[in-house]
């Protein structure tokens, strides 16, 4: 009776999942397994809204395993020593896990073959949909600029979508470590799970989403990010699905997909663009705690930056366009350094990914791939253009409910009781002009 071992990671799915499917048909049995490394909270990655999704996705998953004879095995450790344990326990001949992009999964792949040796296969196509590094540029080993990225992932071919395994033979006697999830949570934290991902996905209506993805009080994106960030979903399944639609909404969404995989392939190649610069500017960044601080309670004085980062505090997710303004207003409009951003909202997105959150606030900072690095996004334009009448904004600033349309907007112009602006309105980018060299 031969065993194999499907380590799950950022993959927490049964439908379209290369680990468990190279798992299933490599041996007799297979040993789901989850493991839980305590480094990944020492590095200061485990927030609390992650941790408890995290808990919603592994208890889902479970149950999905439960309902074709298996059940999930979770182990807390240092993941290769944690795996290779159970390999012994089991005498699993093989070990699939997906293939990470970040330096913490490229150090735990390292440690899986140095214990593992030949026993491990690693699965690309699994968190992405075209693993990095499949197209590249001439002579460079990855590509600098979207555009073109996008041009060559179009012609690439993708792999086949795969079934949802209908069984599952599973070893008996294995024992799961309990997970402790601790600390406060959002109160507005959307369920996790591969259940809750494919319900929210049969819901959403891709075909609407061309014209209103930006419209911040239409709030009709897919919020589909925790679920790809945890794997609840394959973003090879989702690409495949959109474009059977064939419109403009699906171009537009498969697009956004395709922008993640850019980012995944940018830091596999760079993975200190996490922290450092990836294009450096020569910044001299302004340093303000108490403006810092104001930015992230949502209390700048500009009220569609605050509606932003308070529906942040409460959900653990904010709207794209409003991540772009909120992000351009601390590092173009108040130039603090874009890590002071990038690190509180780690500290609460459920769907908080390296590749995406800190690249993303490169290209906003002027610091990563956008080729305009000197874009500003003026919060009061922003407003006007994707909160015209206000509601997102009253949504989440009550107190600013009593003004009417695009006036709340603007409440110094009405005296209304709110802080006033951090910077002067007719002055927004002084500091950004004065900042660069």
């Known amino acids: ?92 001949t093989t070990v699939h896990v997906a293939a990470g992009v970040t330096a913490f999964a490229q150090r735990r792949e390292e440690r899986l073959r140095k214990l593992l040796g030949d026993r491990l296969h690693v699965h690309d196509a699994s968190v992405t949909v075209l693993p990095p590094g499949r197209i590249t540029p001439a002579g460079r080993d990855h590509y600098a600029v979207f555009t073109p990225y996008h041009r060559a992932w179009q012609q690439a071919p993708r792999r086949t979508v795969l079934t949802a395994p209908r069984s599952l033979p599973t070893p008996d006697g294995l024992r799961s470590d309990t997970l402790l999830v601790g600390g406060a949570t959002s109160p507005g934290l959307p369920p996790g799970g591969e259940s809750a991902a494919r319900a929210r996905w049969r819901r959403w209506d891709i075909d609407a989403y061309a014209d209103i993805h930006d419209d911040l009080a239409a709030d009709d994106t897919s919020r589909l990010s925790p679920y790809l960030h945890f794997g609840c979903l394959s973003p090879t399944e989702l690409v495949t699905r959109a474009l059977r639609h064939d419109g403009p909404g699906a171009q537009a969404f498969v697009r956004q997909l395709v922008w993640r995989d850019f980012h995944h392939q940018v830091l596999a190649a760079r993975p200190d663009a996490a922290h450092r610069d990836y294009r450096d500017r020569d910044d001299h960044w302004h340093h303000d705690e108490a403006e810092a601080e104001a930015w992230r309670q949502g209390r700048t004085g500009y009220p569609i930056v ?128 004065h900042g660069r060299p």
């Open 306 to 433: 605050d509606a932003g980062m308070r529906q942040l505090a409460h959900e653990g997710w904010m709207h794209n366009r409003a991540r772009l303004l909120t992000a351009s207003f601390l590092a173009k409009n108040l130039y603090l350094d874009w890590r002071v951003g990038a690190a509180h909202f780690l500290s609460l997105l459920v769907d908080g990914d390296v590749a995406n959150n800190q690249l993303n606030w490169q290209w906003v900072a002027g610091t990563g791939t956008d080729t305009r690095p000197n874009r500003i996004l003026n919060p009061l334009r922003q407003a006007d253009r994707y909160d015209p009448d206000g509601a997102y904004v009253r949504r989440w600033v009550p107190e600013l409910a009593h003004l009417p349309g695009p006036s709340v907007h603007r409440p110094w112009l009405f005296s209304a009781d709110y802080p006033a602006p951090v910077l002067d309105p007719e002055d927004l980018n002084a500091r950004f002009q």
């Open 1 to 92: 009776m031969t065993v194999s071992i499907a380590l799950f990671t950022q993959d927490l799915r049964l439908h379209d999942n290369p680990v468990l499917h190279a798992a299933r048909t490599s041996a007799d049995q297979v040993v789901p397994l989850f493991v839980s490394d305590p480094a990944v909270e020492a590095a200061g990655f485990a927030a609390p809204n992650r941790q408890a999704f995290l808990a919603d996705c592994l208890a889902d998953l479970d149950a999905s395993l439960r309902g074709i004879g298996s059940r999930l095995t979770v182990r807390r450790g240092e993941a290769a020593e944690r795996t290779a344990r159970v390999a012994a326990e089991t005498g699993a």
